[in-house]
Nanobody, 120 residues
Framework: QLQLVESGGGLVQPGGSLRLSCAASGETLDYYVVGWFRQAPGKDLQRVSCISMRTDYIDYRDSVKGRFIISRDNAKNTVYLQMNSLKPDDTAVYYC?????????????WGQGTQVTVSS
């Protein structure tokens, strides 16, 4: 069974950068899409970005376009989220998830999450 583990979260000042990693084990990610989600306290879960592990498809929510970059390393079975120009509004627990059906479909597997805090 597919297992996902996020890492790379932490405390960063506004304007700073972090790179999150989503490492998969148990099976290959090659037949999935992988999404990054976030949830701030008292707010709904948001999909931040999504990448296909087989095609060139990538998407971002509007609020992170131009600041966040999603990428993949199929050989390492890992997906990354490079987050630049971070803002306090980016503070949240970030999760990666895998779907066999598509970026807008239901996600079958989830990681445990990693906290990102943007504060001075």
């Amino acid at each position: 069974q597919l297992q996902l583990v996020e890492s790379g979260g932490g405390l960063v000042q506004p304007g700073g950068s972090l790179r999150l990693s989503c490492a998969a084990s148990g099976e290959t990610l090659d037949y999935y899409v992988v999404g990054w989600f976030r949830q701030a306290p008292g707010k709904d879960l948001q999909r931040v970005s999504c990448i296909s592990m087989r095609t060139d498809y990538i998407d971002y929510r509007d609020s992170v376009k131009g600041r966040f970059i999603i990428s993949r390393d199929n050989a390492k079975n890992t997906v990354y989220l490079q987050m630049n120009s971070l803002k306090p509004d980016d503070t949240a627990v970030y999760y990666c998830a895998a779907s066999a059906w598509g970026c807008s479909a239901e996600y079958d597997y989830w990681g445990q999450g990693t906290q990102v805090t943007v504060s001075s």
